[in-house]
């Protein structure tokens, strides 16, 4: 079964995040990955045009009921028709999760992933969030490039 990797981010991204997604994107179809997004703009619009340069499969769980305004590049898209609660299934399908910029929709699905607690969450760029002491919490791994966030997931050696 090949490997699934969820990448959130938001639909309104910054060009150095719209740049790392489909950085990560492209990396992760050539590792033979399965790209998880919401399917629509921003980082899930980008994440999804790298895989497909290089030959990737990207699935889209959609929010709406329908596939209206749903990415091109997809190769999948379920329409859910539940709203942001597609956030948990975009995290539940994932092996990893990478988390690429920052939104509170992008939040939601970061801390969705760390209280799933048993699938690697990997951080690059966006939000830091801190505990009430000012320190970084514990669990999520950040990631200063695309490289580095899938050598932060665990899930590859040798790359």
Known sequence: MAIQVAVCG??????????NAREVGRLLAERGAVVICGGYTGVMAAVAAG?????????????????????PDLSIVIP????????????????AVIVIGGSWGTLSELALAMRRGRTPVVQLGGWRLLDEEGH???????????????????????H
């Open 10 to 19: 938001p639909r309104d991204c910054t060009s150095e995040d719209e740049s």
């Open 51 to 71: 895989a497909r340069s290089a030959g990737g499969t990207v699935v889209g769980i959609l929010s709406r009921a329908d596939r209206e305004n749903a990415n």
């Open 80 to 95: 859910t028709g539940v709203g942001e609660a597609r956030n948990n299934i975009i995290v539940n399908s994932g092996d």
């Open 136 to 158: 970084p919490l514990a669990g999520v791994r950040h990631a200063s490039s695309p490289e580095e966030a899938l050598t932060a997931t665990g899930l590859w050696s040798g």
